[in-house]
């Protein structure tokens, strides 16, 4: 009978510790890490952790600068308290932290998403003058490159004028603002240039371009040989990309990166690249739908900006499954304005976001 009562007692200690060992489990992140503060020289971001499951029992930080499309990322050099002060040499990138997620079982990272550009403690300034490619001749299309700017401009907008044969006497040509322009007929036997204002968290400077050659009749428009880095990034024109060459979504960020209610809105960013090359594309018309198109709320065609990402903001349905372990599809398409939306260079990709509710 002894023997018995210790065998069982040994059996009931076995099963205990392969329970416990089985039960055992390394962090594992829930909602991502966010980052609350100013994106400006001199202020303090402060990282907020996030959620994580398993029960960490310490935290650790690691500040990280990217460049200003929130890639490339580097760590900072002894950044790596909770809270990290905006330096010079942050100006005109973007910052991101990666928290690290530590319990007896083992560690986890997570990052969150990258701040907006970094701005400096005074308006933008031009370094180097904005300026124009493509021919003067009705019919072909012109482009903007926004030059370079000091203190960290986080937008640019254009404006393109007509001026007469010696560039003076410029003036706005109307709905013209794009970062491309058509030459019309109107323009014939005129110059223009493009007015290109940068923005930051202080205030804006407007810069203009060299204006052009005079405008000629020409026959047949002729194709861009090679497409132009324009914008943030190095980015090219939609305008620039034709067959054989065509569009790309080559990469996608959700926040949250899990949803956990109906509450919070879904904010997807879609960056669109020429396939040849793998250069950011401004311009594009990105369209994107949950499928079901029950799940979320519809959205229209968002055009890619100057540094090739289109953002689309989805407002969950009663129809979005609140299960943990599901997840939400999105049939997302990007396309050059003109075009067939199933043929030229367009490009389809199906993706999805997870869906893990908060108890």
């Known amino acids: 009978m002894r023997k018995m009562k210790w065998l069982v007692l040994g059996l009931l200690i076995v099963s205990g510790v392969v329970a416990a060992s089985a039960l055992a489990a390394a962090p594992t992140n829930q909602t991502a890490p966010s980052i609350d503060g100013k994106a400006q020289v ?37 950044a790596t308290a909770k809270t990290y002060k905006l330096t010079d040499a942050d100006v005109g990138n973007t910052v991101r932290v990666q928290v690290k997620a530590t319990n007896p079982d083992g560690s986890a990272t997570a990052s969150s998403k990258p701040t907006d550009v970094v701005s400096g403690n005074a308006a933008p300034r031009a370094t180097t003058q904005p300026s124009i490619s493509g021919k003067a001749q009705v019919g072909e299309t012109l482009t903007a490159n926004p030059g370079k700017w000091a203190e960290g401009p986080s937008s640019y907008t254009y404006q393109w004028q007509t001026c007469d044969k010696a560039g003076a006497n410029c003036k706005d040509i109307v709905g013209a603002t794009g970062q491309t322009y058509g030459v019309r007929s109107g323009d014939k036997d005129n110059t223009i240039r493009v007015q290109v204002t940068a923005k930051n968290l202080v205030g804006s400077t407007t810069a203009n371009s060299d204006h052009t050659d005079v405008v000629t009749t020409g026959g047949t428009p002729t194709p861009t040989p090679t497409p132009t880095p324009v914008g943030v990034g190095g980015a090219i024109s939609v305008t620039a990309v034709s067959l054989p060459d065509r569009l790309v979504i080559s990469s996608i960020q959700f926040t949250p990166r899990v949803i956990t209610n109906r509450s919070q809105p879904i904010v997807a960013r879609f960056k669109v690249t020429e396939a040849n090359q793998g250069k950011a594309v401004a311009g594009a018309l990105v369209y994107a739908i949950a499928v079901p198109s029950n799940q979320t709320s519809r959205s229209g065609e968002v055009q890619t900006a100057s540094n090739g990402w289109a953002t689309v903001t989805f407002q969950p349905l009663k129809a979005l499954p609140m299960k943990a372990g599901a997840r939400v599809n999105f049939f997302v398409r990007a396309r050059k304005s003109g075009e067939n939306p199933l043929a030229g260079v367009s490009t389809r990709r199906l993706v999805s976001v997870g869906i893990h509710p908060v108890r």
């Open 42 to 78: 001199g202020q303090t971001l402060t990282a907020d952790k996030g959620e994580w499951n398993n029960n960490p029992t310490t935290y650790t930080y690691q500040w990280q600068r990217c460049d200003n499309d929130g890639q490339s990322c580097g760590d900072i050099q002894a």
